[in-house]
C-alpha cells in the first residue's frame, strides 16, 4: 500500500466516508443514477503521442494502484509528467445520463507533477512501474458500482490523458457486468512493445508462455483493430463494451460492475447474487479459477451471456495482484492453431462446454449474422426469418463448434472472411441450464455495437468488413434475453 503525506491523507479523508456495502438488491439505483445530470466532458479533447513509442504519451499519464475497488478502499494514482506541469484529476462515471455518456462526479487537484521513471526490462519482459502516488482517496459510499475514468489533465499544455478503475459492490442485482480486464492488459503495449503478444520467443510466434504483464503501469493507445485516441488510459472498455453499458443503463436495468480478477478473489457467491453475469466485449483471459467458478455458478442457476467473441480462449496465471503471464489453450491447441501457439504447457478444459462454442479456426475474420432459427424465442418481436442478416455484426473475433450439451440449440450461422481472403465460420448458441437459466453466446465481440453508440464511439473497419451500428434487432434479442434472465 502506499504511503501519503498530510495532504494527500487530507484529500482521502474529504472525499470519503465508510460505511459498509449494502447487500440487499436497490433496482432502481441506477434509474436514480442517470437521472442526474451528465456530460461529455469525460472525453479526451487533446491527446498526443510520442513520436517513438506511438501509443505512449508521455506528457502525461498515469495508472491505479488497484483495477477494483469498493467503498472505503484506498485508491491511490500514480502519474508522470514530462515535462514537470501541475495536474488535476476529473473523475467521471460512465453510463447513459441522457445520452451524455458519463457523470462528473469530483475533481482532486492540482498536483505538481514530475517525471517518473520509465522501468527497466525485467525477467519475462515485465514492464512495472514504482511510481509515487500523488493522493489516495478511500472510495465514498455515494459512488454506486460502475466504470469509473479519471481524466488527467495538464495545466502547462492541453494535453489529457485517462486512468480507469472499477467500482464494485456485494448487493444483489439482476445483473453483473464483467469488464474484461485481462484482456485489456494483455494487449497494452506500454512504454513500447511489451504485451503478451510482444516476446524474444525463438519460433517467432506470438502465442507462448514464458512473457508477463503488470497491471502497475500506463494503459497505452489500443494497438490494432481501430485507431482511437480515447483507449489511452482506458484499456478496452471504451472500443468494445462502453455500448453495452450505456445501453443497458438506458434501459434502466439492474446492473453491477466488476473486474476479472474479482471473480478469482471473490468466488462463486459473489456471481449468484445476480440472476445474469454478462461477458462483453473481447474477453479472450481468464484464470482457471474464473472458469470454474463460472461452471459452478450455471450450476447454481445464474444465467450467462457471452455478448463477446475470442472468449476464455487462453489459460492466464496471476503471479500476484498485479502480474499476468498466459499459460495455456482452453481445451489445448488445435491443429489450425499451431502456427501461431506452442510452449502452452497448461491444460485446461475446452471452452465450449462453458460458452456452448470455441474460438475457432482462422480465428478472424468479418462476417453478417444470420438467423437460423426464427421460432426460437429470442427472436420474438424481431420480424426475423430464417436466412435474414444483420450486415457486419460479426468481427474481429467469434465462437464456432458448438459443444455436445443437452438441449443445445444453434440460433444464427454463417461464414466469415479475413484479410487474406480465407474463410472461417461461426455459430450462435443457447444452452439451458439445470435451473431455468440459460446461457447465451452471440458469437461476436461487435455485439455492443448494434446496442447502442455513445458520445466518442467509432465503428471499426476489420478485415474489409464492419458493422453498421445501432440496430433494432439486436437490442430486442438482448431484451428478450434479459427480461427472460431477471423474471
Request: with cysteine.
Amino acid at each position: 500500500m502506499p504511503t501519503f503525506n498530510r495532504r494527500q491523507l487530507l484529500a482521502a479523508a474529504a472525499a470519503a466516508s465508510l460505511p459498509s456495502v449494502a447487500s440487499a438488491a436497490k433496482p432502481n439505483l441506477i434509474q436514480e443514477e442517470n437521472a442526474k445530470p451528465g456530460t461529455t466532458d469525460w472525453q479526451l479533447t487533446y491527446a498526443k503521442f510520442d513520436a517513438k513509442a506511438k501509443y505512449r504519451s508521455s506528457l502525461i499519464e498515469g495508472y491505479c494502484n488497484r483495477t477494483s475497488v469498493t467503498v472505503g478502499d484506498i485508491l491511490s494514482f500514480q502519474v508522470s509528467t514530462q515535462p514537470a506541469t501541475p495536474f488535476r484529476i476529473e473523475i467521471y462515471r460512465l453510463g447513459y445520463y441522457q445520452g451524455l455518456g458519463g457523470r462528473h462526479i469530483q475533481t482532486f487537484g492540482p498536483f505538481a507533477g514530475k517525471p517518473q521513471e520509465t522501468p527497466p526490462v525485467g525477467e519475462k519482459r515485465l514492464r512495472e512501474c514504482k511510481w509515487d502516488p500523488c493522493v489516495g482517496i478511500a472510495i465514498p459510499s455515494d459512488w454506486p458500482s460502475g466504470v469509473y475514468l479519471g481524466k488527467l489533465v495538464a495545466e502547462k499544455h492541453r494535453y489529457q490523458s485517462y486512468v480507469i478503475f472499477i467500482v464494485r459492490d456485494n448487493r444483489k442485482a439482476d445483473f453483473l457486468f464483467q469488464c474484461s480486464t485481462n484482456t485489456w492488459q494483455a494487449y497494452n503495449k506500454w512504454p513500447e512493445t511489451h504485451s503478451l503478444y510482444d516476446n524474444d520467443h525463438p519460433s517467432k510466434k506470438p502465442l507462448v508462455s514464458g512473457v508477463q504483464v503488470s497491471f502497475s503501469r500506463p494503459y497505452a493507445k489500443y494497438p490494432q483493430v481501430v485507431d482511437h485516441a480515447l483507449s489511452l488510459g482506458s484499456g478496452e472498455f471504451l472500443l468494445w463494451e462502453f455500448p453495452f453499458a450505456h445501453w443497458i443503463e438506458q434501459q434502466g436495468y439492474d446492473v453491477t460492475y466488476c473486474a476479472n480478477d474479482d471473480i478469482d478473489d471473490r468466488g462463486v457467491d459473489f456471481i449468484t447474487r445476480a440472476k445474469a453475469f454478462l461477458s462483453v466485449g473481447h474477453d479472450e483471459y481468464w484464470t482457471r479459477k474464473q472458469y470454474d467458478t463460472c461452471i459452478d455458478a450455471v450450476k447454481k442457476g445464474v444465467s450467462i451471456g457471452f455478448f463477446s467473441g475470442n472468449s476464455v480462449c487462453f489459460v492466464v496465471e496471476r503471479e500476484n495482484p498485479w502480474r499476468l503471464e498466459r499459460v495455456g489453450r482452453y481445451g489445448g491447441i488445435r491443429p489450425g492453431e499451431e502456427r501461431y501457439m506452442e510452449d502452452l504447457p497448461v491444460k485446461a478444459p475446452n471452452e465450449n462446454l462453458l460458452i456452448g462454442a470455441q474460438t475457432v479456426s482462422p480465428f478472424n475474420g468479418s462476417g453478417d449474422w444470420i438467423c437460423t432459427k426464427p421460432e426460437h424465442w429470442i427472436f420474438e418481436g424481431t420480424g426475423m426469418k430464417k436466412g435474414d442478416r444483420i450486415p457486419g455484426l460479426v468481427g474481429w473475433e467469434f465462437h464456432g463448434d458448438p459443444a455436445d450439451i443437452k438441449g443445445l440449440e444453434v440460433v444464427a450461422a454463417g461464414k466469415t472472411i479475413n484479410g487474406g481472403e480465407a474463410e472461417s465460420h461461426w455459430e450462435a448458441t443457447i444452452y439451458p441450464g439445470p435451473k431455468g437459466n440459460t446461457v447465451f453466446n452471440a458469437s461476436t465481440i461487435f455485439w455492443a455495437m448494434g446496442l447502442s453508440s455513445p458520445p466518442g464511439f467509432i465503428l471499426p473497419h476489420v478485415h474489409n468488413g464492419r458493422p453498421h451500428g445501432v440496430d433494432a434487432r439486436v437490442q430486442r434479442i438482448t431484451k428478450n434475453l434479459f427480461e427472460k434472465w431477471k423474471a
